[in-house]
């Protein structure tokens, strides 16, 4: 729910409610994230979004005193609330930065948990920054938290970015309230070539400026790379990092888990670590359904590749993490003709089975509302079921290994085109004449032989 400063007014809560107030609020994921936090503690309560000019931040403070049990802050007034607030955690006053209020024995209490979630997401991936030597790409509010907890943490920080002057405030600023801390400013053209670890806070390579990077290359001895952006969630940043040996994480996994952490400052909310992994697959899920509709100007997921693959798979998880409905189209096509895809090639033959698939395909494509659209392995060699595909969905290829793919039809029996004296040699031949059509007519590819990393790969390939 997202409400006016004037609707805040008249608001009255029905249970145990809390806020996230900014200005301005465009889409905002945060009920939803909350919403599934609170789901996976089983908290019963609410949480809203309230529009809140900057001049109302006093009045609206004073209604959330009354009516809510906590808040959460984002720009502009992160900083502007710490006069109003009663107490501030200490990590917040350092950092001059507060994102979440408690209401407490008639007390405002402010804290700062976004440090909480840059500080897990290192420890998920198992980084640790004592004695390395850090890059820090910006010099903003984002910038300023991650920089203290790499100096809390004994990294050696280099604070880099267009304007110097502002690095340096920064970098006046920590060395101040983190005495002896060790802490540089450089400019681009003078990173020093040993950096270890890169962090980006700028918003350099954000949706829809998806091709800007800070960086144009990375230093060679990286091996982590860290960027706070999340749409998309693969940056231009992340693309230079070397898979084989370097990790990359966006910033989507510190936005859970800083409203995790508000919420254990609020009721004192406790969450294992497999409920966190789930809901950010569910926020990845959502990620994905947004950009194809705001930047691909899609409604639906197709997706292809060789019988075998696991389409129906994937789909089926796709589907339920972005919310769309799945459709298997083999099934769909059984289901209206009333005989199995056996069936149909026995009694009516291949080509009569391909018009079929053309018929159907064209007549999901219509539809108003969006799906993810799990294809036969053939659906995409007619050029008109591409085309009708295109026009609302998005062609994604799963090229799953080929040894995969043998092993996944070594006990299939409903394979009627390999249904041959050697089927592992069909499948070979029919695998080599198909691939490079695949390769050919998707938007993008996603390969791997681990179906979970299939699944996340696909959300994020969107």
């Not at 799953?400 to 996944?408: A, E, G, L, S, W």
């Amino acid at each position: 729910m997202l409400l006016s400063f004037e609707e805040f007014q008249t608001f009255e809560p029905q249970r145990e409610t809390y806020a996230l107030f900014g200005y301005p609020l465009g889409h905002t994921m945060s009920p939803d994230l909350h919403a599934a936090l609170f789901a996976a503690t089983g908290r019963d309560a609410d949480y809203i979004a309230v529009t809140v000019p900057p001049e109302k931040l006093a009045d609206a403070l004073a209604l959330a005193r009354e009516k809510l049990t906590g808040i959460n802050l984002t720009i502009p007034h992160k900083k502007a609330v710490i006069p109003l607030l009663d107490e501030v955690d200490p990590s917040a006053a350092d950092l001059h930065s507060v994102n979440t209020v408690a209401f407490r024995d008639c007390k405002a209490i402010g804290f700062n948990t976004d440090i909480l979630g840059f500080a897990e997401s290192l420890e998920k991936d198992g980084i640790s920054l004592r004695g390395k030597k850090v890059l820090l790409l910006g010099y903003g509010g984002a910038a300023a938290v991650m920089a203290y907890h790499c100096l809390c943490e004994g990294a050696s920080l280099y604070i880099s970015g267009r304007n110097l002057e502002k690095a340096d405030a920064l970098r006046d600023q920590l060395v101040e309230v983190l005495p002896g801390a060790k802490c540089f400013t450089c400019t681009r053209r003078r990173i020093p070539r040993d950096i270890q670890i890169v962090l980006n806070a700028t918003p350099l390579g954000m949706f829809p400026h998806e091709d800007k990077s800070p960086l144009y290359f990375l230093p060679h001895k990286v091996s982590y790379v860290f960027d706070a952006i999340y749409n998309p969630p693969v940056t231009a940043l992340m693309k230079l990092a070397n898979p084989k040996r370097t990790k990359t994480r966006d910033g989507l996994f510190m936005l859970v888990m800083q409203a995790a952490r508000a919420q254990t400052i609020w009721y004192d909310a406790q969450f294992a670590d497999a409920a966190c992994d789930s809901i950010l697959r569910r926020m990845y899920g959502q990620m994905a359904r947004k950009r194809l509709h705001d930047k691909y100007h899609k409604r639906s997921i197709a997706l292809c590749g060789f019988m075998g693959s696991g389409k129906t798979t994937v789909g089926r998880k796709v589907a339920r993490l972005t919310g769309l409905p799945f459709i298997d189209l083999d099934r769909y096509i059984e289901a209206q003709e009333g005989m199995t895809i056996p069936e149909i090639f026995a009694q009516h033959g291949e080509p009569y089975f391909r018009d079929l698939e053309t018929k159907y395909v064209t007549e999901i494509s219509a539809r108003e509302e969006g799906c993810v659209l799990s294809l036969g392995g053939g659906t995409v060699l007619r050029p008109e079921n591409v085309e009708a595909i295109k026009r609302t969905g998005l062609l994604i290829l799963l090229d799953t290994p080929f040894f995969r793919i043998v092993k996944n039809l070594s006990h299939s029996t409903n394979r009627p085109l390999l249904e041959k004296e050697d089927k592992l040699a069909e499948t070979r031949r029919l695998y080599q004449m198909r691939k490079p059509i695949y390769d050919q007519v998707a938007d993008c590819r996603v390969r791997s032989p681990r179906l979970g990393e299939v699944v996340e790969r696909t959300l994020k390939s969107i």
